[in-house]
């Protein structure tokens, strides 16, 4: 009985904290200053990382390459993707791509890849090869996150956190088998989470799947499509000018897959640079 009084006031308390931020923005904002939303989903996007992680900063000079403005919070995702769903967010940061949301949301270009992996406990003897030998386990998974299609296939037994962070404290504690996770996201928690994370876990597998974040606008505003192809025209702009490189070398991103191609289509396309 207690435990579900302080799940139902967590609820109500994050639901007011919600409101209060929808409430603290004028009916008359200016329509080239963007409320932008983003769950915790460091090293990509967090508040506690410089220029916010490496995905809003790249979606962030995108933006002012477009001559827009913005505001930038950060909520769980299911929270998030309910406030731009609705209209009460204007974009939203690192968004992949499902054709489901397609509904609600208007995608920029490609921003970053990232792989979606399987971690356990590093003493725990568990290894497959294909899904269905995980059957017997419970794997935390998102709340909310566009989980891998052959992941959700397979109707493996899953359990929901509301991030990242609370799946791998659940896995350490036993409470679950294996979190489905980002490897980036995943190496950055054991790496500046507590102690006993150090060698505690290892990913087994191969990448599921490989991802791609996006900037997503919510279609509730009319010039969703107009506002996306100005992002694009300012990121492909720092494609060229050697933006993107920079921003990807102070993240600590340079060797990522997806800008790896890009860059090197760029550099075959035009010998000269």
């Known amino acids: 009985m207690a435990k579900t009084f302080c799940t139902a006031s967590t609820l109500l308390l994050g639901l007011l904290v919600t409101l209060a931020w929808v409430m603290s923005f004028p009916l008359d904002a200016k329509p080239d200053k963007l409320k932008i939303v983003s769950n915790e989903y460091p090293p990509f996007y967090s508040k506690l990382s410089p220029q916010f992680g490496v995905v809003s900063h790249l979606a962030h000079e995108a933006l002012k390459r477009a001559d827009l403005t913005l505001t930038h919070d950060f909520f769980p995702f299911s929270r998030a993707v309910l406030l731009t769903k609705g209209g009460y967010a204007d974009g939203i940061i690192g968004i992949w791509y499902r054709e489901s949301r397609t509904t609600w949301v208007e995608y920029s270009a490609p921003l970053l890849s990232v792989n979606v992996v399987l971690y356990k ?3 725990n003897d568990i290894s497959y090869t294909q899904l269905s030998d995980l059957s017997d386990f419970t794997i935390g998974v998102g709340r909310g996150y566009a989980n891998p299609p052959a992941f959700m296939k397979a109707g493996l037994k899953t359990e929901e956190g509301s991030s990242d962070t609370e ?3 659940k ?3 036993g409470r679950t088998d ?3 996770i980002s ?3 995943a ?3 054991m790496t500046e989470g507590p102690e006993e994370y150090d060698h505690a876990f290892e990913m087994i597998g191969k990448p599921l799947s490989v991802e791609l974040f996006h900037f997503g606008i919510s279609k509730s505003r ?4 107009a506002l996306i192809a100005r992002f694009n025209q300012g990121l492909n702009e ?3 000018d050697g933006t993107v490189l920079r921003i990807l070398k102070q993240h600590g991103f340079e060797n990522n897959g997806y800008w790896l191609q890009e860059l090197q289509k760029e550099l075959k396309e035009d010998p000269r640079k």
Not at 222 to 225: F, I, T, Y
Request: charged share 30%.
């Open 121 to 123: 406990r590093i003493q």
């Open 167 to 169: 799946n791998l404290k």
């Open 171 to 173: 896995l350490l504690l």
């Open 238 to 240: 720092m494609k060229l």
């Open 183 to 185: 490897q980036d996201v």
């Open 187 to 189: 190496e950055y928690l």
């Open 222 to 225: 009319s010039d969703h499509k």
């Open 178 to 180: 294996l979190v489905l």
